[in-house]
């Protein structure tokens, strides 16, 4: 790929509004970050948020965009179905989908997932190591065998979800849990990733590591324009029946 | 397992109202002729259809099913969402699943497996040989390496589905097509199965080879009971935080 | 399944005759530990060790044995290739594998796996989580959604291993590291189950959680004698060629 | 990747001196054929056959290689286990194996998968037509949903491999039959794909689609060399033990 993928960046964008402490640390929304270290990685890059005409995410948007990377939490109940099946549409058609963190609840995950996409979770300021299990994989070029998060909220197993294609991470708590932090699935002609790391009350998205891995999933994920579907009726067989 | 599991048997139940030729084949339905070998070999079965009240489908059968039988085709659209989540939501926790023929475009299917579930097809009454890729596997038993059918409708790749976790059967057709016959996926605490033969034209469920296939599919997607999913707040940790 | 599944426990025997105090902790050598809880929960079980003739695994022996249990640690090496070549076609005929702890390293697994097999590890009686993954797996019926044990060596990533077709277990360590504890793989017609836990220093194999693990897993991965392999020339084609 | 992956082409080369029939279609031996497109194709290439010394894998060669494409058929005895293990170290540290045909009874092939590798085979002459099964996948890039081999041996399920990560074709066979002739699995750090076509009779490896998939499986099996491996005694943890 010579030019980097068309990335964009959906946040609810709620947070930030509601709470002082969430706007201190990201001033121009998680978005705003997100796409602050793509762009200065190369990525051509969009934003869109829930607020905006069709959250942002017009038909027009989806089909110049190679990557969606999704951020919500509060708002979940608030996406609109159809914007939903439309994004569901466009990933099976090739479109990379990052879902981070409290994403793991957002429409479009379960919609992909089939699953409740349940989890158990703490807000306790913890230690967090992510540890690389596929090793050699792309999304975690880079990162060595494990890295450090100083406070994070926990994740932790049961994850309701289909099994991954690939494990990418496994996260340490100190509280004494773990979970499967990084993980791939194909659907249709799109590659679906979900990273877990990202609270909204801790400076998750400035951790040089967290942009290693979002960036090199980007890359991961991007749309590579091979789609042949042939779908449907087709009454004239290929060999000749008696 | 001692007893052998609850099967409700589901069809949409229109085709045999609406075309002589289909009753003449399935004289009680396609859920009749399907209940009927299941009775046959112990097992203890409900049906349901399309237009029962709430689709036959009250959470109280659900609650007292082991596994769900899936036939539907031309009234898709007319199974209520709200059935549908009931339905997810009891297979994920842990009822199985067996999806058939045309119900690759059910509501329930394409909302377990997130994807749009198309292929191709082709009405020629051709024959179809099913083989058995996963050699050994519990559904598989009793029907050895290959079987045949003289007459079926076609269903060929590409078939958007997530790739199974099992590949259980492949299927040759005359006409040169290929297709994943017998697929399997673990969803949540179910176990779901797709099986593709069964035109309502033909009379694919008095086949003694596919009566096996649907019997073992039921012995294997059985609700298994070992549920212990914890989900959600978990204020303490496990070990002392500092 | 009526009866159970027939057990042979192949232990290397060698610590227990080295060390005092691992004799201390099993004086009936680590296979006389495994076989007396199995023989408790109503297993038929055999016993073999390194130092018998055929290393206790005639064809015989292997030819009436459903599951292998297999621990080795210091001796892998005295392993003879002929046996090892002689249990590989034993399980892609369908006997069951499990292999604990050290038993990464030893020749059978390797050969099963095609990888090295190789991990990170430390000796600091450190306190080990065991997650259940795979929630609802019949490996783990029983155990919850996790258990400890008190004192273990750690065994940690990355784990040199094929993607497990499913991940069972992943371990907790106080020190800081995760390992994909409990992992299944399909290989022919037979069943691979790889479970962690088992350091020779310590009570392992008395703690009532690995009882239930293994036990378990000897159900699951029993020879289920459903064997239609047919391998080789068919110069009859099932159609006719032009 | 700016530059195309440095491939070695593996060539048994018995056929070709054996038979003139052979030697007339490929008059530059198997391995010339498949050096030849590649190289037009742009990739580095170098070839080795099995009667030079050390079968011409070198750990030096082997070290400068990215890609090993593995061709053998009657001689697969022959090859030493030594260069066995050396070429199995060389691909769990990255190397991509590319096994084609009848290299899945290959020392090389049998030892990365564990299993038998064995399958059902026909020299018949039979026309093949090859599906893409994982539509998108890179290496069917350019060949579309299915395309034709006028004249090709048949190979057969039951195709003893373990369940491959990715299934990306499946065969139809005038005969009757179905094979997973395109398959991938990552072991260590290196990934494997067998591609079933190519028996020494017909001109297989100058079809334009067959040359395709091979140059597609290079760049997709090549070394990515994001090496992290670290294994053994790791005597101080991560985090304080009481």
């Not at 929304?29 to 200065?40: D, N, S, V, Y």
């Not at 992510?130 to 990162?143: C, F, M």
């Amino acid at each position: 790929m010579k030019n980097k993928p068309k990335v964009t960046v959906w946040n609810e964008f709620r947070h930030e509004k509601a709470d002082p402490a969430v706007l201190a640390i990201y001033p121009e929304g998680i978005h705003g970050a997100i796409a602050g270290f793509l762009r200065a990685g190369g990525f051509p890059v969009r934003t869109a948020t829930l607020d905006e005409p069709e959250h942002g995410l017009t038909q027009e948007v989806l089909d110049d965009t190679d990557v969606l990377i999704w951020w919500g939490h509060m708002a979940h109940g608030e996406v609109q179905d159809a914007i939903v099946d439309r994004v569901q549409e466009r990933v099976l058609n090739g479109m990379g989908l990052i879902v981070l963190h409290s994403g793991h609840f957002s429409k479009i995950f379960k919609r992909m997932m089939g699953t409740s996409c349940n989890l158990r979770w703490r807000e306790a300021a913890e230690k967090e190591r992510i540890w690389t299990i596929a090793n050699g994989h792309p999304i975690a070029k880079g990162v060595g065998l494990h890295f450090e998060l100083p406070h994070t909220e926990m994740y932790g197993e049961y994850f309701d979800i289909p099994e991954p294609d690939v494990l990418v991470f496994v996260s340490w708590f100190a509280g004494g849990d773990v979970f499967r932090s990084g993980c791939c699935w194909q659907r249709g002609f799109g590659r679906v990733f979900y990273f877990a790391p990202g609270h909204e009350t801790f400076p998750i998205y400035y951790d040089e590591n967290i942009q290693k891995v979002i960036s090199n999933a980007c890359l991961w994920a991007a749309d590579h324009k091979q789609h042949t579907a042939e779908f449907g009726h087709v009454p004239e067989p290929l060999e000749p029946l008696d």
